[in-house]
Structure formats: C-alpha cells, structure tokens
C-alpha cells in the first residue's frame, strides 16, 4: 500500500457545525464518543479520521464514515513544545456503525 492511503498531517480537517442534540441521555444511549484530532480522509471525502493522541510515541487513529457522525464538541487545543496548536474534538458515532483502528508500527525483527 502506498504512503498515498494513509493520514496526512496537511491536510487539517476543518470542524463542522453539528445540530446540538436536544436530550444528551437519549444520545448517549445511541451513540459513543471518540476524542481526538480529526483529519481529512486521504482520498475519500465522506471518511473522517480521528487521531487519538496526536503526540504519543505509539499513535493510533480511528476511521469513520462522516454520515455516522452525529454530533461534534469542540475539546481544548493541545500545544507542542514549539507552540504549534492541534485541534482536538469528541465525535459522537451512531452505536452499530462500522468503524477502523489502525495502529501503525514499524515492522522489526527482535532476537530472544
């Protein structure tokens, strides 16, 4: 697979404006939340990627199709040691939807 597939960090997801549900039991009830920091998709534009925890040494990231996105909150920003800024939000996914983790890593042989 080429490096065309994966996340890009260029390409910032913008937060859209998401209609605040009435009734936060009923949502909960219908839906899960997910943290992160949401990107664009590489090459398909109703996916959204949502990197958990932008700075870990050991990175993962979700994959949703935007569709089954509900409602979006915007969390505080996090802030590097060089004070550039990573937007950070909690989705709010459609419970039964079909969703990716993708953990990448670095493919090494260890020795025993």
């Known amino acids: ?8 960090e260029t390409k910032k997801f913008e937060v859209e404006a998401y209609r605040r549900p009435k009734n936060f039991k ?31 040494s050991h ?6 199709k935007s569709p089954d996105i509900s409602y979006m909150e915007e969390l505080p920003n996090i802030v590097d040691v060089e004070g550039k800024t990573v937007t950070m939000v909690r989705i709010w996914v459609k419970k039964m939807s079909l969703g990716i983790l993708c953990s990448p890593f670095v493919v090494e042989a260890t020795k025993i």
């Open 59 to 64: 990175p993962f990231y979700y994959e949703f």
């Open 1 to 8: 697979m080429s490096a065309a597939h994966f996340p890009q």
């Open 26 to 56: 009923e949502l909960k009830k219908t839906h899960v939340p997910f943290s992160g920091s949401p990107l664009k998709h590489p090459y398909d534009p109703e996916k959204v990627i949502l990197v958990a925890d932008p700075y870990s």
